[in-house]
């Protein structure tokens, strides 16, 4: 089993960028797809992006496509989120998850969670 932490997250202007790390703990962070979700106060969790176990497929929501860039370095147990041109609208508590089945959009198939970080956008 792996348990995550996530780190990174804060305050930042509109247009700026910021780098959103998930720390993996255990031995088996490899056999792991992982997401980046988020979910703003009042609305529910939606998926932002994710990857599989290699790091050769990925997804992305359709408002961070272009902007956002999820990579993984299985050597460091380590996801990572780099946001970029950064909207008010993208203000969220962001959680990165894990999950042993493939790949997914769908945040029930994810089974392992991080406590998540906060990251304010300011207009």
């Known amino acids: 089993q792996v348990q995550l932490v996530e780190s990174g997250g804060g305050l930042v202007q509109a247009g700026g960028s910021l780098r959103l790390s998930c720390a993996a703990s255990?031995?088996?962070?490899?056999?792991?797809?992982m997401g980046w979700f988020r979910q703003a106060p009042g609305k529910e969790r939606e998926f932002v992006a994710a990857?599989?176990?290699?790091?050769?497929?990925?997804y992305y929501a359709d408002s961070v496509k272009g902007r956002f860039t999820i990579s993984r370095d299985n050597a460091k147990n380590t996801v990572y989120l780099q946001m970029n041109s950064l909207k008010p609208e993208d203000t969220a508590v962001y959680y990165c998850?894990?999950?042993?089945?493939?790949?997914?959009?769908?945040?029930?198939?994810?089974?392992?969670w991080g406590q998540g970080t906060q990251v304010t956008v300011s207009s």
């Open positions: 998850a894990a999950t042993r089945s493939t790949i997914s959009k769908d945040p029930r198939e994810y089974d392992r």
């Open positions: 255990g031995r088996t962070f490899s056999r792991y797809a």
């Open positions: 990857i599989g176990w290699s790091g050769s497929i990925t």
